[in-house]
C-alpha cells in the first residue's frame, strides 16, 4: 500500500536544532533533556519541544544575548539521582520538577564553574 498526505500543517518560519532560541534580542529559551532540542517558530508563536518524546525542560533567560544563551546551552545543567525529577539552574535558582504523581526524595548534582 502507498499512502498518501491529503493536507499537511504549516512550515514553521525558523527552526533551531541547537537547543536554544534568541527572542529578539531581549529574551531566549533553553531546552534542557531529551535527545531531540528542536525550537520552532510559527508566525508569532513559538513552539520550544517540537516532537519532544521524553519530558524536558524549558528554561527562560531574560536579557541575555545571542552568544550567551549558546553559551548557557552548552553548559551543564543540575541533574536529579531520580529520573522523576527534573532540574534547571537560571540566574542562580534551582528549580526542581517531579514529573510524576509521587512524593519523591533524590539528591541533585549542581555543576559548579571556575573553581580551583
Known amino acids: 500500500e502507498r499512502w498518501t498526505d491529503l493536507a499537511t500543517g ?7 536544532g541547537g537547543g ?5 534580542g531581549r529574551a531566549g529559551l533553553v531546552v534542557r533533556g531529551g535527545s531531540e532540542h ?4 510559527y508566525g508569532d508563536t ?9 519530558p524536558l525542560v524549558i528554561e527562560g533567560h ?6 550567551e544563551l549558546s553559551a548557557l546551552a552548552r553548559r551543564a545543567a543540575p541533574t536529579a ?7 534547571a539552574r537560571v540566574d542562580g535558582y534551582l528549580s526542581l520538577f ?6 519523591v526524595e533524590t539528591r541533585v548534582a549542581v555543576p559548579q564553574q571556575g573553581g580551583s
Open 62 to 67: 531574560c536579557g541575555v544575548s545571542a552568544g
Open 10 to 16: 504549516p512550515a514553521p518560519s525558523l527552526r533551531s
Open 20 to 24: 536554544w532560541l534568541d527572542v529578539d
Open 98 to 103: 517531579n514529573l510524576s504523581a509521587d512524593e
Open 81 to 87: 539521582g531520580d529520573g522523576r525529577v527534573r532540574a
Open 46 to 54: 513559538i513552539v520550544p519541544a517540537e516532537g519532544a518524546r521524553e
Open 38 to 41: 528542536t525550537l520552532a517558530v
